[in-house]
């Protein structure tokens, strides 16, 4: 990352005279590419980079926080293969968003690597198969395979604006092309009609601010605001998690329901009967599966599941802006709106049995004249092994399931068992839509993804005098 740590970007900011409210922030290509990458962030990395740049003081992002450090923990034994644990920890971008030469990239993970059979003369050599990723993918004929150069991938220049483009960026990350009626459509917008009012600042951003950015534009419960509070040192939240929503899926918002599959995992609630609370599910390796694979889907991806409407107010509007700048003049291809607003997934990493409508990226490679066929370490089947059982608590706490942990949990919150009831519930694509909405803000992911109300503890009568 040091080589990142030094590139500087110059930004020229209007802001309002007594200095305590970015108006606008005038940015070229090469950080509107940065900005723009943010959509391309699967949501396993931003938890990790988020937690290696800030540390102790990482923010807590919704229940991913808890969930990736389930992840985490869990014994690498109870995954279908060596290097699944690895790939949840550690997703990639789709080779396509990867091979993007960013001038300064938050994303730390290793370049994709591609390895071959070691034997010249294989019998598998007609239908020449790479493995992907990890060096613990085999070839078919069961040699491990070496690391291999895919010399004709190259790296991309131009990224996804082009290089003579210059933009505006609203203190809410609006991104509009850099032109006066934008400029006065923002303006008028805030109220401001007289340009008196306001002063022109020059400001650095380098690696630490951009952190700082990407921080503030997942903070969007509490702040809508981020360049004012990074600019202005209005200070920076660090939890984004504190504010309950509902997590209501409107039909015309989310995705189209034709693209979902008839896919249902059903799961075990052990609810608080006189309160109807859930205090954790009891669910095999499929749906913990599914909980972990949300850290390979990225941003914009999220942003398409859930119709531009994810609880991140500040990506929100960067994803909608995007969507609505149509002249080529401004994109680097045709292709630059498909690949922030539509990611997919790299290949070999959507589970088997999953619920969510995503996409795999076709990878298109000859080599010896025959087509490639690549191999995921993660083999063709899931994740997590499905036959082992798990508690799932509220703020998507994973640990293999032990009936001392569940005692524990009702002495914990007070609950006498005769006030415990089980309850069936299936996790069909809508619900699994619930839960990624929810786990993004909130603490209690499951209760506010499905929807359960929890009922007021009544207070008992006060007697008369």
């Known amino acids: 990352m040091s080589d990142t740590e030094d590139v500087k970007f110059s930004l020229s900011v209007l802001v309002n005279k007594q200095r305590t409210k970015v108006l606008y922030a005038e940015i070229d290509s090469d950080f509107a590419d940065i900005l723009l990458s943010f959509l391309t962030l699967p949501l396993g990395t931003i938890v990790r980079i988020l937690g290696k740049h800030y540390g102790d003081e990482s923010p807590v992002v919704g229940s991913l926080t808890n969930l990736y450090q389930s992840l985490s923990n869990l014994n690498s034994d109870l995954f279908c293969t ?9 997703p990639r971008k789709s080779i396509r968003n990867e091979l993007c030469k960013l001038k300064l990239n938050v994303d730390d993970t290793r370049m994709t ?26 070839c078919d004929c069961g040699n491990f395979a070496l690391n291999y150069d895919m010399g004709d991938l190259e790296v991309t220049s131009g990224v996804y604006t ?62 809508e605001s ?46 608080q009967k006189s309160i109807n609370r859930l205090l954790f599910v009891e669910a095999d390796g499929n749906f913990v599966d599914f909980l972990f694979s949300l850290f390979t889907i990225p941003l914009g991806k999220i942003e398409c599941l859930l119709g531009g409407s994810t609880g991140f107010k500040n990506i929100d509007n960067l994803y909608r802006s995007l969507g609505n700048i149509t002249d080529d003049k401004y994109l680097n291809t045709q292709d630059t709106k498909t ?14 049995d999953q619920i969510l409508p995503l996409i ?21 089947e899931n994740y997590v092994k499905g036959q082992k059982m798990y508690m799932v608590t509220d703020d998507l706490t994973v640990s293999p399931l032990c009936m001392a942990s569940s005692i524990s ?16 519930l299936d996790i069909g694509p809508k619900e699994a839509l619930g839960i990624l909405k929810a786990s993004l803000t909130s603490n209690s992911a499951l209760t506010d993804g499905l929807m359960i109300k929890p009922t007021p503890m009544k207070q008992p009568k006060q007697e008369r005098a």
Not at 339 to 352: A, C, D, F, T
Not at 360 to 376: D, I, P, Q, R, W
């Open 82 to 90: 060596e290097s699944c644990k690895q790939m949840l920890l550690n």
């Open 162 to 223: 082009k290089s003579t483009t210059s933009f505006l960026i609203s203190d809410d990350l609006q991104i509009v092309p850099s032109e006066t009626e934008y400029a006065i459509r923002i303006l008028t917008g805030l109220g401001i009609t007289v340009t008196n009012s306001t002063v022109l600042m020059d400001v650095t951003f380098g690696f630490n601010q951009v952190m700082d950015l990407l921080k503030g534009s997942l903070d969007s419960l509490l702040s």
């Open 226 to 271: 981020p360049l004012t509070d990074i600019i202005l040192n209005k200070g920076l939240l660090s939890s984004i998690a504190v504010k309950r929503e509902k997590c209501i899926l409107p039909v015309d918002q989310a995705v189209e329901q034709s693209s979902f599959n008839n896919k249902k995992i059903t799961v075990k609630a052990i609810m």
């Open 339 to 352: 690949m922030l607003l539509e990611p997919e997934i790299p290949n070999g990493y959507v589970s088997k």
């Open 360 to 380: 795999e990226e076709t990878l298109n490679y000859f080599m010896e004249g025959a087509l490639v066929s690549f191999k995921s370490p993660k083999g063709p």
């Open 409 to 424: 949990i009702f002495n914990q919150l007070k609950v006498p068992l005769y006030d415990v009831k089980e309850l069936k």
């Open 113 to 138: 690597k591609y390895f071959k059979c070691p034997d010249k003369d294989c019998r598998c050599k007609r239908t020449p198969n790479l493995g992907l990723y990890y060096d613990t993918s085999k």
